[in-house]
Structures are given as structure tokens and as C-alpha cells.
């Protein structure tokens, strides 16, 4: 099973602690959040793994050598020279990500403990291009749109009072949040590298927004017993540091 972990980003938000480390290897727990998130790939039966990098990347490749991969056959996707949000860098690792078989896709700074494989399968035997790891319980003014269903139709901004599609009718659907693990299948996979050219940086995000008519995209309901954590702030990792466990 293949599985990529965004690890590139600068990490700006949680400086100061990432002036001098990439985001990825910051802590938690005694462990880089990138140690965590490989374990709990690996305990899901991922064996082919790729690693975007850019910021102090070479500290990431070192901490993956200290570590022998993990066991795993690792691949870097070096987009030291430009940074290319979670869209490019995708497009960048497709030729990698090529397989039979659907791919998982992680942010380093997500850390749960959310059945990967069971997410994985459930990917598989609902047919979907893509799944989504939602929550619908998040205190959030923006939000991707889903039907009862749970297949995708836009996004929203309630505060701008701003939807897209622009035409789409937001009363007819849920709110939920992106929890940052997806799966996508090389048919989407192969969409996104020709939809989009090679060395440009977009979100992946707003690719599912423009995409959702015309790819089926799916959600997956955050369940209430799991923990999940988004390192995305001092503040966010304090909590995770305190209340995180193994």
C-alpha cells in the first residue's frame, strides 16, 4: 500500500519552535509528529511511502536515515527549490504515487488515532475517487458541503456569506471540516497531475472545490471516540502535548 505525508510546509505558525527544525520533527509526546504519523501508516499496511520536503529538509532526510525508514521504502519529493502547497506537490510525487491500488495521503501536523486501514477499506468498498476525512463538529465559519450522502458538492464561508459553486444552494447540505488525511485513487490521482501544470503550487483543496460535480468525492464522519489533533498554532501543540496519547 502506498501512502504520502505532506511535510514540506514552513511552519511559520508554530515558530518559534520551527526556527531551527521543520515542522514535521516537532515533538509530541518524545516523538517528531512525522514519527508518529509514519508509525500509525505503517500499522495500516502502508510499505511504499513518499515524503514531500522543502523547509530544513535535509533534517528530515537525516531523522529517516537515524531511523533505517522505519522499515519502509521511503521516496523524497524535493521541492527544496519552491514550495508547492498540498496540490503541487502531489502533481510533483504522481509518477511515485502510480500504483493499482488507491493512495493514503496525511498532513504531518494531524495526529490521531483514526483506524487507518479501516478508512482505507471503507475508501475502497464505497467506490468513491476520493474520501475525505471530515468532522462536522469542528466551531468553524468555512466548510466543504455534503449531501446527506456524504458526497461532496462545494464550500462555504458563512461569515463572506460566500459559497462555491457560486449557483449552489448551501441550505441543501452539512458543513464539515477537512481533518487533513484523504485517499485518492489513481484515477483522481492522474486527474489532478492533467488538470493542473506540473511546478505550480494550488491547494488541494480548492481543487476538490472545483472538482466535486465532476469527480465523486466523498466524506468520512470523524468518530466520536478518536482523538485528533491539528498542530497548527503554539497553542494547538501545547493542548496536543498535554492530552495526546499513544
Given at each position: 500500500?502506498?501512502?504520502?505525508i505532506?511535510?514540506?510546509g514552513l511552519?511559520?505558525?508554530l515558530?518559534p519552535?520551527?526556527d531551527y527544525k521543520?515542522?514535521?520533527?516537532?515533538?509530541?509526546?518524545g516523538?517528531p509528529?512525522l514519527?508518529?504519523?509514519?508509525d500509525?501508516?505503517k500499522?495500516a499496511?502502508?510499505?511504499?511511502l513518499?515524503?514531500?520536503?522543502?523547509?530544513?529538509?535535509?533534517q528530515?532526510?537525516?531523522?529517516?536515515?537515524?531511523?533505517?525508514s522505519?522499515g519502509?521504502?521511503i521516496?523524497?519529493s524535493?521541492?527544496?527549490?519552491?514550495?508547492?502547497?498540498t496540490g503541487?506537490?502531489?502533481?510533483?510525487?504522481?509518477?511515485?504515487?502510480?500504483d493499482s491500488a488507491?493512495?493514503?495521503?496525511?498532513?504531518a501536523?494531524?495526529?490521531?488515532d483514526?483506524?487507518l486501514?479501516?478508512?482505507?477499506k471503507?475508501?475502497?468498498?464505497d467506490?468513491s475517487?476520493?474520501?475525505?476525512f471530515?468532522?462536522?463538529?469542528?466551531?468553524?465559519?468555512?466548510?466543504?458541503?455534503?449531501?446527506?450522502k456524504l458526497?461532496?458538492?462545494?464550500?462555504?464561508?458563512t461569515?463572506?456569506?460566500?459559497?462555491?459553486?457560486?449557483?449552489?444552494?448551501p441550505?441543501l447540505?452539512?458543513r464539515?471540516s477537512?481533518?487533513?488525511?484523504?485517499v485518492?485513487s489513481?484515477?483522481?490521482?492522474?486527474?489532478?497531475?492533467?488538470?493542473i501544470?506540473?511546478g505550480a503550487?494550488f491547494?488541494?483543496?480548492d481543487?476538490y472545490?472545483?472538482s466535486?460535480?465532476?469527480?465523486?468525492i466523498?466524506?468520512y464522519?470523524?468518530?466520536?471516540?478518536?482523538?485528533w489533533?491539528?498542530?497548527?498554532?503554539?497553542?494547538?501543540l501545547?493542548v496536543?502535548?498535554?492530552?495526546?496519547?499513544?
Amino acid at each position: 500500500m502506498k501512502a504520502m505525508i505532506f511535510a514540506a510546509g514552513l511552519g511559520k505558525r508554530l515558530q518559534p519552535e520551527t526556527d531551527y527544525k521543520p515542522k514535521a520533527l516537532v515533538e509530541v509526546c518524545g516523538k517528531p509528529m512525522l514519527g508518529h504519523v509514519i508509525d500509525r501508516l505503517k500499522d495500516a499496511g502502508v510499505d511504499f511511502l513518499v515524503i514531500n520536503v522543502h523547509h530544513f529538509a535535509n533534517q528530515i532526510i537525516d531523522y529517516l536515515n537515524a531511523n533505517n525508514s522505519f522499515g519502509l521504502e521511503i521516496h523524497i519529493s524535493d521541492e527544496s527549490e519552491q514550495l508547492l502547497d498540498t496540490g503541487g506537490g502531489i502533481v510533483k510525487a504522481a509518477r511515485l504515487l502510480a500504483d493499482s491500488a488507491p493512495v493514503i495521503v496525511h498532513n504531518a501536523d494531524i495526529l490521531t488515532d483514526l483506524d487507518l486501514a479501516c478508512f482505507y477499506k471503507h475508501h475502497l468498498s464505497d467506490g468513491s475517487d476520493i474520501t475525505l476525512f471530515v468532522d462536522s463538529n469542528r466551531n468553524s465559519s468555512r466548510g466543504l458541503l455534503f449531501d446527506d450522502k456524504l458526497k461532496m458538492h462545494g464550500w462555504i464561508n458563512t461569515e463572506a456569506k460566500y459559497c462555491r459553486p457560486d449557483n449552489l444552494s448551501p441550505e441543501l447540505y452539512k458543513r464539515y471540516s477537512f481533518n487533513g488525511i484523504h485517499v485518492l485513487s489513481q484515477n483522481a490521482i492522474r486527474d489532478i497531475a492533467s488538470h493542473i501544470d506540473g511546478g505550480a503550487a494550488f491547494s488541494i483543496t480548492d481543487y476538490y472545490i472545483d472538482s466535486c460535480e465532476r469527480l465523486c468525492i466523498k466524506g468520512y464522519q470523524k468518530p466520536d471516540d478518536i482523538q485528533w489533533f491539528d498542530i497548527g498554532s503554539p497553542e494547538k501543540l501545547k493542548v496536543a502535548r498535554n492530552k495526546y496519547r499513544l
